[in-house]
Every structure is written in C-alpha cells, then in structure tokens.
C-alpha cells in the first residue's frame, strides 16, 4: 500500500512557484548588492544584524545561527569584513572563551550608505507585485513556515538592516 501524501494539483503548483522564488531570490539579491556596494548577501546579514545588536556587538557563536552559517563560514566572513574595516573582534568580557563581533563606525556607514538600495530592490523584487492584503498574507505564510523549519528561533528576527522609525 502505497502511504506517500502526494501533493494535490494546487499544492503542486504553489510548491513550484515557491521553489522559482527560492532558486532565484538569493542571486537577485546578491547581485544588486555586489554591484553597488561589494559586498555579499551573507556580508550584509551579518553587518545589518550587528547594526541592530545593542552596542552593535553579537557573540560570534550567536551571530552564526542569526546569520544561519557554520563558525567556519562566519570566522571567513568576518575576516573579509574586518579586511575592510567594517567589523573587529574582541573577547566576550563575560566568557573569555568566546569571541564577540563588533560593529565599526565604518561597518556603521557601510550599512547605512546600502540600506537604502537594498530596501529599493527587495521592494523592487518583491512588495510591488503584492497588495497590502497579500503582504500579510505572506507575512503569516512565512511565519508559519518559519516556525516549521526553525522551531527553537534560532536566527532571531531576520535581520534587514538599518530600521526607518516614525
């Protein structure tokens, strides 16, 4: 007896679509942000999430799950950001064993300079095509499909980088 939940006509269209978005999301958005500002999808994580951390400063264990990358890949990452004097790194003043990133007034201005255009393409890429409806939609679909693959929220609040208030 066969006991496969097979996907119904509908689900098997929404998967496909779904899948579209996520082969060709992460490419779009890397592309805009290497050409006008150098600097990698993974590397504007990383920085935009410290650019909201208090004191700008994230242990680097925590930064990798925030950032969903192995330490190795953090630990490279870091050093290519602190090659460009926009992150450094200090002993965790609590736990000498551990290691912080920190946030440079450079790194700061590094993500305030490409906010700006990296909202414009994500609102490019994705909320022009979409009513007010059908955002929150998404919001709650993604949620719940968040909460599926990372139910212990791991990666915290996605970063998105310097927040416009008010």
């Known amino acids: 007896m066969d006991d496969t939940r097979w996907l119904t006509a509908d689900q098997e269209d929404a998967w496909r679509s779904m ?3 996520i ?3 992460p490419g779009a958005l ?3 942000l290497q050409r006008d500002a150098r600097l990698t999808h993974g590397g504007y994580v ?7 951390a208090p004191e700008r400063t994230i242990r680097m264990s925590r930064l990798a799950m925030m950032a969903n990358m192995s330490m190795s890949r953090l630990s490279h990452l870091v050093d290519r950001l602190s090659g460009q004097g926009w992150v450094e790194r200090r002993p965790d003043p609590e736990d000498g064993r ?3 990133a920190v946030l ?3 790194g700061w201005e590094k993500v305030v300079d490409t906010a700006p255009g ?6 490019t890429l994705i909320f022009d095509a979409l009513t007010s409806e059908q ?3 998404l919001k709650g679909i993604s949620a719940s499909i968040a909460g599926r693959l990372d139910p212990e929220n791991k990666l915290g609040s996605c970063s998105g980088g310097v927040r416009r208030t008010g």
Not at 46 to 52: G, I, K, M, N, T
Not at 118 to 123: D, G, I, T, Y
């Open 98 to 100: 551990s290691t912080m």
């Open 46 to 52: 990383v920085l935009s999430a410290l650019s909201e």
């Open 19 to 21: 899948m579209a978005v």
């Open 30 to 32: 890397d592309a805009q």
């Open 104 to 106: 440079t007034e450079a």
């Open 23 to 25: 082969m060709l999301l």
């Open 135 to 137: 955002v929150s939609e």
């Open 118 to 123: 990296h909202v414009e393409n994500v609102r």
